[in-house]
């Protein structure tokens, strides 16, 4: 059972690059979640979706962007990278009615 | 608002020692409260869980009770094992317009030596 699969799991960017972190997940679940981890400041949302189609703000929104065209994937963008998203990013998703999350494996992101 | 704080680390100890790592949370209403593991290099995975209050969750030796009168959810294990060296992530679960979301704590690292 692959679960969350994210793509890539590393990658270093120059300020003002653009590009995708991809999340796959193969449970049929209706909601998925990007969240950023650094140090100091466990897990913040960014985005998440509540099911094709959807997306919605998280906590630390400004900077991203995502999509979710279809149910088993959810896009997480960075137009314009800056120094302060290099973080760990973490996609997770759930299925309906339930309150537990399924991670990926993690995309660590370095912006110099 | 909501909230989840939690114990700084990293947490050191020998092999077969006790284990507490505290947890204490703000919320309103009657969340469910988390505690998620994550190994070296992987993603976050659910240890245990209670979903209301007195409720003891339990997984792998590791247990901890949802005290509702102490808002706390602390993590205990009886002996602990090199294989348990990791960090701990306390969390809750809140309702965001149609959505639950999880508040995380900021994770305690623990390291267990033979």
């Known amino acids: 059972n692959a679960g969350v699969t994210q793509t890539p799991k590393f990658r270093v960017l120059k300020t003002g690059q653009s590009m995708t972190l991809l999340c796959a997940q193969d449970m049929n679940h209706e909601y998925m979640y990007w969240y950023r981890q650094d140090p100091g400041m466990g897990l913040r949302l960014i985005h998440y979706?509540?099911?094709?189609?959807?997306?919605a703000k998280g906590e630390v929104p400004d900077g991203y962007n995502v999509s979710r065209l279809k149910k088993q994937n959810f896009l997480l963008g960075l137009e314009s990278a800056a120094p302060s998203q290099t973080s760990v990013y973490f996609c997770?998703?759930?299925?309906?009615?339930?309150?537990?999350?399924?991670f990926g494996a993690g995309s660590r992101l370095t912006v110099l | 608002g909501d909230s989840v704080t939690q114990m700084e680390g990293p947490v050191t100890l020998s092999e077969e020692a006790f284990l507490t790592i505290n947890c204490t949370y703000t919320?309103?209403?009657?969340?469910?409260l988390f505690w998620y593991v994550q190994y070296p290099g992987e993603g976050l995975q659910l240890l245990l869980k209670a979903t209301k209050a007195d409720d003891k969750g339990s997984n792998k030796g590791f247990e901890a009770t949802y005290r509702k009168e102490t808002t706390s959810f602390h993590l205990e294990k009886g002996s602990v094992q090199v294989s348990d060296s990791a960090v701990y992530f306390c969390a809750l679960s809140v309702m965001l317009y149609n959505t639950d979301k999880l508040i995380f704590g900021t994770g305690t690292r623990l390291q267990v030596f033979p």
């Open positions: 979706s509540v099911g094709e189609g959807t997306t």
């Open positions: 997770a998703s759930r299925g309906t009615g339930a309150n537990v999350l399924t």
């Open positions: 919320a309103t209403g009657y969340p469910s």
